[in-house]
């Protein structure tokens, strides 16, 4: 049973920071593909960052720079640190994870198998 727990999020000023956690469990595929994603009030939900079991990590255009993914598998945790933050990463931000890895692994929700509950972010 694979369960994916989000935290992290928060409210903060424009230009401020936040770090998102995933605590990953029941996850035993050698081969993976982790992200994060988020959902606007009113918008579909949307790619935002992922990371494959070889380290490759791919962004959205409009977090390129600013958010940093990673994981530390000692942990099974997978973060996404989060600068310079504008009022449009508001949203609720999701941790997904799915079995492919290269080419399979990529910023579309048909990659992910497992989603978390979310954890809203609030820049203001």
């Known amino acids: 049973h694979v369960q994916l727990v989000e935290s992290g999020g928060g409210s903060v000023q424009a230009g401020g920071s936040l770090r998102l956690s995933c605590a990953a469990s029941g996850y035993t595929y050698s081969s993976y593909c982790m992200g994060w994603f988020r959902q606007a009030p009113g918008k579909e939900r949307e790619g935002v960052a992922v990371?494959?079991?070889?380290?490759?990590?791919k962004y959205a255009d409009s977090v390129k720079g600013r958010f940093t993914i990673s994981q530390d598998n000692a942990k099974n945790t997978l973060y996404l640190q989060m600068n310079s933050l504008k009022p449009e990463d508001t949203a609720m931000y999701y941790c997904?994870?799915?079995?492919?890895?290269?080419?399979?692994?990529?910023?579309?929700?048909?990659?992910?198998?497992?989603w978390g509950q979310g954890t809203q972010v609030t820049v203001s």
């Open positions: 997904a994870a799915g079995g492919g890895n290269g080419a399979f692994c990529y910023t579309g929700e048909r990659s992910m198998d497992y």
């Open positions: 990371i494959d079991s070889d380290g490759l990590a």
